[in-house]
């Protein structure tokens, strides 16, 4: 199940508004995300980067994504590009196409 919310500001059917989800799986617990980006970004009690709601509120339910405010999108996608476990994923949400991490088209 994922959890979805919309960016603040951003319309039902923007066609530029970008989510982020990581796959825990695949977390290495390096923490290069909460570096770059600790509004979205935090590392968890068990040593896994989780994403964060709007709200602050650490998400934890497996597949759970948050919206990418844009004036942080640099800060996002850097953490995608340098992360080691290639888990953070990038996509918008009008259509679901990756755009930043490991399965960008």
């Known amino acids: 199940m994922t ?3 919309e960016a603040p500001g951003a319309e039902a059917g923007d066609r530029t508004a970008l989510e982020v989800w990581i796959d825990q799986d695949l977390c290495t617990g390096d923490g290069i995300c909460a570096q770059y980006a600790p509004e979205v970004f935090e590392l968890d ?3 896994l980067a ?3 709601s709007p709200e602050d509120e650490l998400l934890q ?3 759970a994504t948050t919206p990418v ?3 942080l999108l640099r800060d996002v996608v850097d953490s995608a590009k340098e992360c080691p476990g290639d888990c953070i994923h990038v996509r918008r949400v009008a259509d679901g ?3 930043y991490g490991p399965d960008a088209v």
């Open 69 to 71: 405010p844009l004036p």
């Open 3 to 5: 959890v979805q919310q």
């Open 61 to 63: 339910e497996p597949g």
């Open 97 to 99: 196409v990756e755009v």
């Open 45 to 47: 009690i068990d040593g």
């Open 50 to 52: 989780y994403v964060k």
